[in-house]
């Protein structure tokens, strides 16, 4: 399989390419289906996706409109640390109900939390409460999401 992936290498080829744009797509979309739009087995499809998976390079879940719900709140943390802990912190963040993702980033800020909970008091909960027991978080900024176009998140 030329420039399919290999263990040196993340190179993604057509193939490859358009296996994710499909399911990006219709993540329900059959593995025959996709084969047949391609011109390859289904076999070569469903090889082709589970490396793409093996190799995080591709997830495929089911994710939800974050403002479907009257009282959720979706929101960016900024957080300035007061020193070069970013991977430790990062790991204790994502281990606390509501927490998203978390960016190491670069300009103002250290780090960046995408959270997202079911009402300000739980917001409020996190961010005086939980952030509170991470050592190191010198200060914090809070965006709170007010609309967003095609913004789609993991079910908490």
Do not use: C
Request: net charge positive.
């Amino acid at each position: 399989m030329r420039g399919h992936l290999n263990k040196d290498s993340s190179f993604l080829d057509e193939l490859d390419r358009n296996i994710i744009i499909e399911l990006q797509k219709n993540g329900r979309i059959s593995y025959k289906d996709m084969a047949k739009k391609f011109g390859v087995s289904d076999g070569t499809i469903r090889f082709r996706t589970k490396k793409l998976i093996e190799k995080n390079i591709l997830k495929i879940s089911a994710l939800i409109n974050p403002f479907i719900f009257n009282t959720s709140i979706t929101a960016l943390i900024g957080m300035k640390l007061e020193k070069r802990t970013h991977q430790n912190t990062m790991e204790r963040l994502l281990k606390i109900k509501g927490v998203l993702s978390v960016t190491n980033i670069t300009g103002n800020f250290d780090l960046f939390a995408e959270v997202f909970f079911e009402s300000r008091k739980e917001l409020n909960k996190f961010l005086i409460g939980d952030l509170s027991k991470i050592e190191g978080i010198q200060s914090t900024e809070t965006f709170i999401y007010l609309d967003a176009k095609n913004k789609w998140i993991d079910m908490p």
